[in-house]
């Protein structure tokens, strides 16, 4: 089956601690995106990324790296810059053909847990 | 200005209500619009997409209203199942492909 897959489903991060999340898709998509849930907020974007080995900030993307050196992967690190990242982390991916986004491909989602 | 407002909810309403859901974007560019769906601690889902000439699926009712930047939602004959948070979500601006969300709309059906 093809689709999005986020690993771990939770994640506990000491304070100061970098932590990486996996996206892995096998839907040939060439775009991928990482979005955060903030109780109240909405999901923002945090990077994105069209092409292999290219990648874009988003909105909140302080305290965040990525890469994409695969087109099938794009994992997510969140360094210890980030206060207080206990939140909700979506990866979503598509196709750039111009056409309109008729399909959602989101992954399951990772829940980062501060101790 | 946010890209995606909403109406802020909660919608609290029994079983076999009619609800109905607003939503305005700010980019008269957006190309796609959709609804989705997300569960408590779950990823949205897509629920349906938004056309100019509306469309709808069973129960739901989505238009478009690209003069005004405008779309809805209709939830007739509301289930205990349809107790969720509705997403107004567009595509559109710089960025190929990706999503702006609005903050969500909760609605809780009651028996």
């Known amino acids: 089956d093809g689709g999005i897959t986020q690993s771990p489903k939770y994640l506990f991060r000491k304070e100061g601690q970098n932590v990486t999340l996996s996206c892995e898709q096998n839907?040939?998509?060439?775009?991928m995106y990482w979005y955060r849930q903030d109780p109240g907020q909405g999901l923002r974007l945090i990077y994105y990324?069209?092409?292999?080995?290219?990648?874009q900030k988003g909105d909140i993307a302080e305290g965040y790296s990525v890469s994409r050196e695969k087109k099938e992967s794009f994992p997510l690190t969140v360094t210890s810059a980030q206060k207080n990242p206990t939140d909700f982390y979506l990866c979503?991916?598509?196709?750039?053909?111009?056409?309109?986004?008729?399909?959602?491909?989101f992954g399951p989602g990772t829940r980062l847990l501060v101790l | 200005r946010k890209e995606v407002e909403q109406d802020p909810g909660p919608f609290n309403v029994p079983e076999g209500a009619t609800v109905a859901f607003n939503c305005t974007y700010s980019?008269?560019?957006?190309?796609?619009f959709f609804w989705y769906r997300q569960d408590c601690r779950k990823e949205p889902k897509l629920l349906m997409s938004?056309?100019?000439s509306g469309n709808e699926d069973g129960r739901f009712t989505a238009q478009l209203n690209r003069a005004s930047q405008y779309i809805s939602l209709l939830i007739r004959d509301s289930k205990l199942s349809d107790s969720a948070t509705y997403l107004c979500?567009?595509?559109?601006?710089?960025?190929?492909?990706?999503?702006?969300f609005g903050r969500g709309t909760q609605l809780t059906v009651w028996p």
């Open positions: 980019n008269s560019a957006s190309q796609s």
């Open positions: 979503d991916s598509s196709e750039l053909a111009g056409r309109g986004r008729e399909t959602q491909y």
């Open positions: 990324s069209q092409i292999v080995n290219d990648f």
């Open positions: 938004v056309y100019s």
């Open positions: 839907l040939n998509h060439d775009a």
């Open positions: 979500v567009v595509t559109g601006g710089s960025t190929l492909g990706r999503l702006y």
